[in-house]
């Protein structure tokens, strides 16, 4: 599977907002659904969003709901994710991921993992 490839991170200050966009291979439209995840420093990646491409259905993770949003623009075979309120701990590098489903009542990516994008909340 084609890692999907992410842009838009940058420096905001504390309160501000962001757009990040993944780009993925149009073969990628499949059964799974697209997810971002991110990773802050000296920590495990963790679970951000994930939308499913076909239905449009979303979860987040609790520490983001209400102040970011997933959406997708199938034919710019695209996924965003909106950053908004942004906190200093929400500064992690964000990865998004194609091949997202539920695994052990968790959201795992099973698919390639790209570069990311790294995104810095200042205070």
């Known amino acids: 599977q084609v890692a999907a490839v992410e842009s838009g991170g940058g420096l905001v200050q504390a309160g501000g907002s962001l757009r990040l966009s993944c780009t993925y291979d149009?073969?990628?439209?499949?059964?799974?659904?697209t997810g971002w995840f991110r990773r802050a420093p000296g920590k495990d990646r963790e679970f951000v969003a994930v939308?499913?491409?076909?239905?449009?259905?979303?979860d987040y993770a609790d520490s983001v709901k209400g102040r970011f949003t997933i959406s997708r623009d199938n034919a710019k075979s695209t996924v965003y994710l909106q950053l908004d309120s942004l906190r200093p701990e929400d500064t992690a590098v964000y990865y998004c991921?194609?091949?997202?489903?539920?695994?052990?009542?968790?959201?795992?990516?099973?698919?390639?993992w790209g570069q990311g994008t790294q995104v810095t909340v200042s205070s």
């Open positions: 991921n194609t091949g997202t489903r539920m695994y052990e009542s968790k959201w795992r990516g099973f698919g390639s």
């Open positions: 149009r073969r990628t439209f499949n059964r799974y659904a």
């Open positions: 939308i499913n491409l076909s239905s449009g259905s979303t």
